[in-house]
Nanobody
Framework: QVHLTESGGASVQAGGSLRLSCAVS????????MAWFRQTPGKEREGVAL???????NYADSVEGRFTISLNAAQDTLTLQMDSLKLEDTAVYYC????????????????WGQGTPVTVSS
């Protein structure tokens, strides 16, 4: 079983930066596919960034060039660096992980964190 715990959500002004972290439970098998999603009330959950254990990354068009996903060497902490934040980046951000060989923002992820809120204000 893989437990994910997000942290780092906060309120920030537009144009600012924020770093989110997602800790993988100690001793859990390292997932081969990890991602960040976000959701706002009344909207569908949106895939933001993806990272496979092989180093492949993929980003939503809305965050391309502004967000960076990375995994530490121990493969137990996933990070989302968010720069040039916009009002529309306001959402609850979720970390997700999967062990399957297919790694895509469009698959059903098996493991999810509880979410961390990000608020961007003008």
């Amino acid at each position: 079983q893989v437990h994910l715990t997000e942290s780092g959500g906060a309120s920030v002004q537009a144009g600012g930066s924020l770093r989110l972290s997602c800790a993988v439970s100690p001793g859990a098998p390292s997932p081969v596919c990890m991602a960040w999603f976000r959701q706002t009330p009344g909207k569908e959950r949106e895939g933001v960034a993806l990272l496979s254990v092989g180093g492949f990354t993929n980003y939503a068009d809305s965050v391309e060039g502004r967000f960076t996903i990375s995994l530490n060497a121990a493969q137990d902490t996933l990070t989302l660096q968010m720069d040039s934040l916009k009002l529309e980046d306001t959402a609850v951000y979720y970390c997700a992980a999967n062990k399957g060989v297919v790694c895509s923002l469009h698959i059903n992820f098996a493991y999810w964190g509880q979410g961390t809120p990000v608020t961007v204000s003008s």
